[in-house]
């Protein structure tokens, strides 16, 4: 075995170090969020939790400020998931992380998932009939084969 094949980075080696979870607010992303803190916890692993910022939304094209409005989300994001965690923290115990990437779900994901060294993702379905023609987020993470990808309904 060569030097360099001994000190290569290889993910998953003793189970999963880092989860992401993609949230919105949605029903199904705090769905998946929940399954992924039940990962996390059972894995011992740290839970990443990533709301992607839209860098435009239909409203800034009727003026609209978009940052404060993305913003207030991620707040509202952040507040709920801390008062979920106070909760919770008799029953288990999670290493959890919130972060907020710009851009569009897809790439915000892929993004948070190659710098946060996910070892895997989990997202909630979509709950849009448009996706079925022009494919999910979760489909096209799944398409994008690097790192196991669980979709929660």
Do not use: C
């Not at 008062?83 to 923290?89: H, V």
């Not at 029953?91 to 992380?97: G, K, Q, Y």
């Amino acid at each position: 075995m060569s030097e360099q094949q001994r000190h290569q980075f290889e993910r998953g080696t003793d189970g999963p170090k880092v989860i992401v979870a993609g949230i919105d607010g949605s029903e199904s992303s705090m769905r998946a969020a929940a399954y992924a803190a039940g990962l996390a916890r059972r894995q011992n692993a740290t839970l990443a939790l990533v709301y992607v910022q839209p860098l435009m939304v239909a409203g800034a094209a009727l003026g609209a400020p978009v940052s404060g409005t993305t913003g207030d989300v991620a707040e509202s994001l952040i507040n709920e998931i801390r008062t979920s965690t106070e909760r919770m923290k008799d029953t288990w115990d999670v290493r959890w992380e919130f972060h907020t990437f710009p851009g569009d779900p897809y790439n915000g994901l892929v993004t948070a998932a190659d710098e946060l060294k996910a070892d895997a993702v989990v997202v909630g379905a979509s709950e849009s009939a448009g996706h079925r023609i022009i494919g999910s987020v979760a489909v096209r993470l799944v398409k994008a084969g690097r790192w196991p990808v669980t979709v929660v309904p």
